[in-house]
T-cell receptor
């Protein structure tokens, strides 16, 4: 059974701090990894994608991938109350046409 | 990013009626689309994979005769909830697969909130 695991949280951080969200995956064949943000009552929105080991930065967001450890993380710098949401991690193996989603981590940024 | 629309955004219907939900990829062609269901405070549950020009692939436990999926074109997939009952009330979300050189990415529609009375 291919799985993606996330701590459900809530993860509470003060405004302006760095929020660190973590994810592990079981399928070593996974090649692509995604972070989605989902506000309550809304559908998921793509935040970051990462395909290679190392860091990928986009504005306040940095995704980190370590394939040897089967570990993906998302760092949010200068966290804002508007970042409060559930963050979903997903893994994808090319050709399977199926994403494996984690259950999500709820982030609360305290003003 | 690629844009996926969904219609209607909200529907309230009586028990026993059928409801059709449309999912469109607006600026790209999608041979593969997905249908998810999400109950309050729960994670996404994949219902089926919709492939243009062929039958949908349903996940275990999802009744294909109750949730009819049609992917008639490269930009449109529809989900019909037949003979809806209150337990079908949920948030239904579609997504479309965008295949690009840099990687295959899934983009979500805004979702349809179904309430069955």
């Amino acid at each position: 059974q291919k799985e993606v695991e996330q701590n459900s949280g809530p993860l509470s951080v003060p405004e302006g701090a760095i929020a660190s969200l973590n994810c592990t995956y079981s399928d070593r064949g996974s090649q692509s990894f995604f972070w989605y943000r989902q506000y309550s009552g809304k559908s998921p929105e793509l935040i970051m994608s990462i395909y290679s080991n190392g860091d990928k930065e986009d504005g306040r967001f940095t995704a980190q991938l370590n394939k040897a450890s089967q570990y993906v993380s998302l760092l949010i710098r200068d966290s804002q109350p508007s970042d409060s949401a559930t963050y979903l991690c997903a893994a994808y193996t090319s050709g399977t046409y199926k994403y494996i989603f984690g259950t999500g981590t709820r982030l609360k940024v305290l003003a | 990013g690629a844009v996926v629309s969904q219609h209607p955004s909200r529907v309230i219907c009586k028990s026993g009626t059928s409801v059709k939900i449309e999912c469109r990829s607006l600026d790209f062609q999608a041979t593969t689309m997905f249908w998810y269901r999400q109950f309050p405070k729960q994670s996404l549950m994949l219902m089926a994979t919709s492939n243009e020009g062929s039958k949908a692939t349903y996940e275990q436990g999802v009744e294909k005769d109750k949730f009819l999926i049609n992917h008639a074109s490269l930009t449109l997939s529809t989900l019909t909830v037949t003979s809806a009952h209150p337990e079908d009330s949920s948030f239904y979300i579609c997504s479309a697969f965008f295949v690009a050189g840099g990687g295959d990415t899934q983009y979500f529609g805004p979702g349809t909130r179904l309430t069955v009375l």
